[in-house]
């Protein structure tokens, strides 16, 4: 559906992964859309080393790479990852799959890759791009929005007309709104601190480690990860304390980074010849949850994606979130010609699903790094598993909830994950295996405690 054209055109700030998706679905509506980016053209000058270069993509996010008419390209990027390859300290490996479904599997995909079809899909749809031109402050009394012309260091004023700042976790509007309109916002920074390496093929090009799952190395207090790219390569990243005696702080050196290593993750070293340079090489970054009370300001400004709610990656769920803020968006646009009462709803209606996913985030955290390691964590998978084959309609595991379902809201997903571990703890109780879980009983909380989910 197309409406007449805005005039004068709306503004994307950030041509980040949401920025540059919103700017195709504004212009496919028929909006004419200007998109400016801090940064030089990632399509001709490759990114810095160390921002997550790859990103699980699941259910939520297609869908809304489908609305913006970029599927068909976006498909040859993908890795299928059906589950989970737990790596234990002696090097034992255990599979665990994600879901039961032959579909149910998540993705492995590249930053820059997606960014950059999206951004090509964003000049194919008519939108106008102004890269090296960071916004760096707004004046809402005014109704101007600053940006700086990096080529000529010369400050440019645009009318603050139908902004949308998707300008990241650290976003320069969000914080300018909070500043002059006093908006409650919190940004808790997580103690821990992420680092990523790279795990090269073999010599004849062949992967390493099994290409078609997510790694996991959980040593309770930390843990590392891996995800497959396209050129069987992976990309590793430790989360681990920013402080303490096992730390970010401690590992400086060539020798206590390869004993850290060869300590915790004896299988890695040898997997990856150039850890330790790669390591003092490449950023330590940061992850925090940035909850803002106010998203819009009128007609004239609204916070979409990281600007608006950044979330720590544990659930591989903040792109994906990202992007159904712009699907969502979308259909409030689509519903009214006022833009204000489209902002308002919007972020009413959003709110309480950004602040859930939030925390199954944090909650992820603790599962992935810890909880794996538990025998009664394997015992409630199976269990979940074997409940949702008895009900489908009632009982879906939460973790398939959020990533294979694109239809449930994460608030839905985070209130009735919690009433299905009370299922779960109830009848393991007194069972340790499937076998013993008395199934009459679970059949008859099941049908009180949970309602049937739409089709
Ligand atoms: C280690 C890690 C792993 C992750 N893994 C996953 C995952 O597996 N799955 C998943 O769904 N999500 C994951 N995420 C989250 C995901 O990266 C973010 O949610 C997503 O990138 C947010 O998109 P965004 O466009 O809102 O912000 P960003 O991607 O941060 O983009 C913001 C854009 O705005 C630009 N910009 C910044 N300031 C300005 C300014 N002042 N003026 C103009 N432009 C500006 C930036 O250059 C950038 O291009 C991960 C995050 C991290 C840190």
Not at 216 to 223: D, L, S, T, Y
Not at 224 to 229: E, G, Y
Not at 294 to 316: E, K, N
Not at 327 to 343: C, M, P, T, V
């Amino acid at each position: 559906m197309k409406r007449p054209v805005d005039n004068p055109p709306v503004t994307v700030v950030g041509a980040g992964l949401a920025g540059s998706l919103l700017a195709i679905v504004l212009a496919r509506r028929g909006h004419r859309v200007r998109l400016y980016e801090r940064q030089e053209d990632m399509r001709r000058v490759p990114l810095d080393a160390g921002r997550s270069i790859n990103l699980a993509l699941a259910a939520r996010g297609i869908r809304a790479l489908e609305l913006a008419g970029v599927m068909d390209e976006v498909r040859p990027l993908l890795i299928p990852m059906p589950g989970r390859m737990l790596h234990d300290p002696t090097g034992k490996l255990t599979f665990v799959p994600y879901g039961q479904r032959p579909e149910e599997v998540i993705y492995s995909v590249s930053r820059p890759g997606l960014n950059c079809i999206l951004l090509d899909a964003a000049e194919r749809a008519g939108v106008e791009l102004f890269f090296q031109h960071p916004a760096v402050g707004a004046d809402f009394a005014g109704h101007q929005v600053m940006f700086r012309d990096e080529a000529s260091q010369r400050i440019e004023e645009c009318d603050m007309h139908r902004v949308f700042a998707s300008d990241g976790a650290g976003s320069v509007l969000r914080r300018a709104m909070v500043e002059q309109l006093n908006i409650a916002c919190t940004e808790e920074l997580l103690e821990h601190g992420y680092k990523e390496l790279t795990l090269p093929a073999l010599p004849n090009g062949e992967p390493r480690i099994d290409k078609n799952a997510l790694h996991i190395w959980p040593r309770g207090g930390f843990m590392l990860i891996a995800l497959p790219n396209i050129d069987n390569t992976f990309t590793m990243t430790l989360f681990l304390s920013m402080t303490g005696p096992e730390s970010f702080e401690t590992l400086t050196t060539p020798a206590n980074i390869e004993a850290f290593f060869s300590r915790h993750f004896p299988d890695v070293p040898s997997l990856m010849p150039e850890l330790a340079a790669e390591f003092l090489q490449h950023p330590t970054g940061i992850m925090g949850t940035v909850r803002s009370q106010q998203w819009s300001v009128a007609d004239r400004m609204l916070l979409v994606g990281d600007a608006a709610h950044a979330i720590t990656p544990f659930h591989g769920q903040g792109m994906n979130c990202c992007f159904e803020d712009c699907r969502e968006l979308d259909q409030f646009l689509l519903q009214s010609n006022d833009w204000s009462r489209s902002f308002r709803e919007f972020e009413t209606s959003r709110r309480p699903n950004t602040n859930a996913i939030a925390d199954m985030a944090l909650e992820n955290y603790l599962e992935m790094r810890d909880t794996v390691r538990d025998p009664k964590f394997h015992l409630h998978k199976a269990l979940s598993l074997e409940l949702e084959r008895r009900h489908p309609q009632r009982f879906v595991p939460r973790y398939s909830m959020v990533m294979f379902r694109d239809d449930i809201p994460y608030e839905v997903a985070y209130e009735r994950g919690h009433i299905q571990v009370e299922i779960l703890s109830a009848l393991t109780t007194h069972a340790d295996t499937l076998a013993a879980v008395d199934f009459a009983a679970a059949a008859r909380m099941i049908e009180q405690r949970l309602p049937p989910l739409p089709n």
